[in-house]
Each structure stands twice: as structure tokens, then as C-alpha cells.
């Protein structure tokens, strides 16, 4: 059974750098969602019965196909999106390295043995859950996606996948190359946009519903999942707060402001999105972020330069001005930036902002742009309260050389990932949940195949004699 009366025109693919049509895609409706999930459906009992190493080893295999055609990811990511190449290739290689590690850690993911009775036996036996549904995005289309498919598929799940409308060529490339290595029906991919997520989240026959991508769809999924008792994973989008406290080097702290607001032209999930600048190092700090946006360009040539792409599309560039021009009327100043530029494509320049109130869009939203917003405040304090003072909590960084004020930081932060000194960076297998609006559960990291798999516990006595007379 799936909902109703989706809008399943096609959907038209613009390279965001010209504007030039780059491909087009039908979307599936209610027909090829209920096939779809029907096949995986009936490839679900022989994928659960399938060894462990046997599964690690065919997603192994598929990791090792995805990082030979890594570069033609890469490439088909570039043209759909915007992102530059190189950020391309490493998200490419990423998605190979995921499926790899979970290839690793599936066959090593256990239950426990619990102290019962003598004569007894228990046990909690983690077992997979059904059919997985895993929806994604654009802004890091094949390692989120190989993120979400690998813990499934090495758990023991089946998956229906729907890559975004916004970067389905390659999405379906990678998905169609992981599935060549599985028994048919174990992952299958569906084209199309929003009301094709909708038709695939509500369907009464798929387990859990794995998205990652805005608040609002989030939302609409949760409610669809309230209504069938699919187990819904959620990584929506943040607000992400970046404190500068008083005796950092305001260059130094420029630097790493500068990358977390404009990496991938701001569209990375944890992208600096609001700056709480402490009033001591505030002119020096925003002199420093204003002639480092300037090195933010489209095609860098010298030697310092960086990549700033074109965001995902035009759609996406009047959401961020508007954040940006509300700012603007309500009195902030653009030391750079701000501007639509004129010309083809999706373009946007690295800005930076300072004079802005907590209750502007740009400090309250997530703008999802190339746009780092300055507030100075008097005190660390000050700056924690208002970062802590807020509904999203998916990452917050703070860069100060004062040990105290990052451990009041990270207890304080109502967030999932707290980064002292460094805006980007971890360890491997760290995984994080995030809280308040940003979603729920683990949605990455060796925790994720807990959440693909239901623990069962058994509890096994003796069978007692045959009572003869
Ligand atoms: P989006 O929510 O518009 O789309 C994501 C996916 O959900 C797409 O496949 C889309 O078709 C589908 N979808 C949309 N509406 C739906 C509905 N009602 N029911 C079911 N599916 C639906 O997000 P986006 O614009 O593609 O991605 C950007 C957002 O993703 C940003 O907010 C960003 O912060 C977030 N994001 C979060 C993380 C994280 O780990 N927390 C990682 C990457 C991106």
C-alpha cells in the first residue's frame, strides 16, 4: 500500500556552472515503488540467511568497483552539482573507503550471552530489520549514500535507495554498480524527487526509513513513519555555531572560519553557520575572514587560492541571498560578497557579514551557502549562550586557547559533535546523534549497524523429561 497522487513530471538536470541541460529522469511512482519494494521484500529472507562474510564480501567486491570508476563519479557529481572535482573525488573515494570499513566491522558486529540460570541459556541476538528505505542528498551524494547502503546490506538488510533529484545520474551510477554485486533485488534505486520519497517512506512494507537531508523532509518522514511502525533514522541539516574567544590569533581563527563557511560553497552539512566573535580580537578577525574570502574563487589559479563552486542550482541561490538581503535591510554590512553576480550558472561569492541580530534568518536558519555571519560579542559567555540558545544541534566548534572555556563549551552545547580548535576533523569511527531538530539516532560509524538491526532476546530453558507413569 503507498499514498497518493504524486506530482511525477520529469525532472530536468542543469549544470550549475552554465546552465546547460545535463540529463533528465523519470520519477518513479506508486507502481515502481511497491515493485521496487516488493522485490526487496522477497530478496529479504535468503540476504538474512546469507553468511555474514559472504555479504562483507560481495559489498568488499562492490567498494573495489566504486573506487576503479571513482573518477567518473567524480566528474558526474561536478557536472550535476557544481562541486569541484577534487572535493568530488574525495567524497568518490570516501564511499569506497565506507563500504570497505563496513565490509570490516559487519561480520564483527555481535549480541551478548547474559548470566541466567545454570540450566539456561540467553542471549540478545541483533538480527536485520527487513527492507531498508535510504533517501539522501546531493551535497555528498555517494559517500552518504555508500554510508547508509553498506550498514544495511552488511546487516543483513535490503535496500531501497533514492538518490537525490538533484544529483540522480550519480547516484544511480553508484547504486546500479553496488547492486550488480548482490542477488537481485537486495539493493534497488528509484528515481525521483520529494513525492517519490514520500510514496517510498509511507509504504507499509519497508522497516526503517534511513534519510539524511532537510529539516522539512525529515519532518514529512517522521510523520509517514508514524503511521506504518517503520523505524525512522534522521540527519537533518544544522545551525552550526563557531565561538572565537578572546587571545586566539584572529588570522589563524579567520582561516578556519573561512573554510567552515565557504567548503563546498557552504553546503556541507556541518558548514559554519553562525560566528559568535569575541569583541577583543573582533577587528583583526574580520579583517583577516574579509581577505580570506577574497581567496575563495571558482577556478583558482594562485598560490593560495581555493575552489568555491556554484551551489547546487538557482533555486538554491535565492534561498541564500534572501538570508543574505533580509540581513542587509535589517542593518548588517557586507565586508565582501552579498551580491548575485551577473552571468550563467549558479554562482555565488564567498561573503562575510558582521552586525547582525539574533533574530535575522541568517543567524536563526540554516542558509546552506557561502556566507560566514559575524556576531561580536562582549564576553565568551555571551557568545556560548547564544550559541547554545538555539533548536538545531547536529555541530558546533569553538576555537579558544583557554582549557576551561572548551570544556564549559562541549558540555554546554546541546549538539552531536563538538570540534575544540580545529572546524573540521575526527577520528575514525566516531559517530555522533544528533539532537533537536538536526534528527535522531547514529547515522554513521560502527553504531550504525546497531540501528540497522533489531536485537532480539531469547531466553532457553531445557525441556523437561517425559513425565512416564
Ligand atoms: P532534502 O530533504 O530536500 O532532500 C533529501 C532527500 O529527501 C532527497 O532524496 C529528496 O528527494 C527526499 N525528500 C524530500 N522530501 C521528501 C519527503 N517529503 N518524503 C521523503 N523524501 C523526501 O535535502 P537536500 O536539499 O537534498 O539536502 C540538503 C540538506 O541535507 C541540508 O539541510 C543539509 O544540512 C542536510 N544534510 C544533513 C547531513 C547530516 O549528516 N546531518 C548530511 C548531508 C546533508
Redesign the pocket.
Known amino acids: 500500500m503507498t499514498t497518493a497522487v504524486p506530482d511525477l513530471a520529469d525532472i530536468e538536470i542543469r549544470d550549475p556552472a552554465t546552465d546547460e541541460v545535463v540529463g533528465c529522469v523519470r520519477p518513479a511512482g506508486p507502481e515502481q515503488v511497491d515493485d521496487a519494494v516488493g522485490r526487496a521484500v522477497a530478496a529479504g529472507a535468503a540476504w538474512a540467511r546469507t553468511s555474514p562474510a559472504d555479504r562483507a564480501g560481495a559489498v568488499k567486491d562492490a567498494a573495489a568497483a566504486v573506487r576503479a570508476v571513482a573518477e567518473e563519479l567524480a566528474r558526474l557529481n561536478e557536472s550535476e552539482t557544481g562541486r569541484p572535482y577534487d572535493d568530488a573525488l574525495g567524497g568518490a573515494l570516501a564511499a569506497a573507503g565506507t563500504l570497505e570499513q563496513y565490509a570490516e566491522l559487519g561480520p564483527l558486529h555481535r549480541g551478548r550471552s547474559l548470566q541466567g540460570n545454570w540450566s539456561a541459556t540467553d542471549l540478545m541476538v541483533p538480527g536485520p530489520r527487513g527492507v531498508v528505505a535510504a533517501?539522501?542528498?546531493?551535497?555528498?551524494p555517494v559517500a552518504?549514500a555508500a554510508g547508509l547502503i553498506g550498514a544495511a546490506l552488511v546487516t543483513g538488510n535490503t535496500v531501497v535507495h533514492?538518490?537525490?533529484?538533484?544529483?540522480p545520474h550519480v547516484g544511480r551510477r553508484f547504486a546500479d554498480l553496488v547492486a550488480s554485486f548482490l542477488p537481485d533485488g537486495v539493493l534497488t534505486v528509484l528515481d525521483?524527487?520529494?513525492?517519490?520519497?514520500?510514496?517510498?517512506?509511507?509504504h507499509a512494507a519497508v522497516d526503517v526509513?534511513a534519510?539524511?537531508?532537510?529539516?522539512?523532509?525529515?519532518r514529512?518522514?517522521a510523520e509517514?513513519a508514524a503511521g506504518t511502525g517503520a523505524k525512522v533514522l534522521?540527519?537533518?541539516?544544522?545551525n552550526d555555531p563557531l565561538i572565537v574567544d578572546d587571545g586566539v590569533d584572529p588570522v589563524w581563527a579567520a582561516g578556519q572560519a573561512a573554510l567552515g563557511s565557504y567548503a563546498n560553497g557552504g553546503?556541507?552539512?556541518?558548514?559554519v553557520e553562525r560566528i559568535y566573535c569575541h569583541a577583543g580580537v573582533a577587528d583583526e578577525f574580520l579583517a583577516a575572514l574579509a581577505e580570506e574570502a577574497t581567496r575563495w574563487v571558482y577556478r583558482p589559479s594562485a598560490e593560495g587560492e581555493k575552489a568555491l563552486g556554484p551551489l547546487?542550482d538557482r533555486r538554491?541561490r535565492e534561498h541564500v541571498h534572501a538570508h543574505v538581503a533580509e540581513a542587509l535591510q535589517g542593518g548588517a554590512v557586507a565586508h565582501v560578497g552579498g551580491a548575485v553576480p551577473d552571468g550563467a550558472g549558479a554562482f555565488y561569492p564567498a561573503t562575510v557579514l558582521s552586525g547582525l541580530t539574533p533574530q535575522m534568518r541568517i543567524v536563526r536558519e540554516?542558509t546552506?551557502g557561502p556566507v560566514a555571519p559575524v556576531r561580536v560579542v562582549d564576553s565568551f559567555e555571551q557568545g556560548l549562550a547564544e550559541a547554545v540558545d538555539d533548536p538545531h544541534g547536529?555541530a558546533a566548534t569553538v576555537l579558544t586557547p583557554d582549557m576551561a572555556h572548551a570544556q564549559e563549551a562541549w558540555r554546554a552545547l546541546r549538539v552531536?559533535t563538538v570540534k575544540v580548535n580545529a572546524v573540521f576533523g575526527g577520528a575514525p569511527g566516531g559517530a555522533a546523534e544528533?539532537r533537536g531538530l538536526?534528527?535522531t539516532g547514529f547515522?554513521?560509524g560502527p553504531e550504525l549497524l546497531d540501528e540497522m538491526t533489531a536485537t532480539k532476546t531469547v531466553h532457553v530453558e531445557p525441556c523437561p523429561p517425559r513425565h512416564r507413569p
Open positions: 533517501i539522501t542528498p546531493w551535497n555528498d552518504v533514492k538518490p537525490s533529484e538533484r544529483s525521483g524527487a520529494g513525492p517519490t520519497g514520500a510514496l517510498l517512506s509511507a526509513v534519510h539524511v537531508g532537510s529539516i522539512a523532509a525529515g514529512a518522514i509517514a534522521l540527519e537533518n541539516g544544522g553546503q556541507v552539512c556541518v558548514s547546487v538554491q540554516e546552506f547536529l552531536g544528533p538536526s534528527g547515522g554513521y
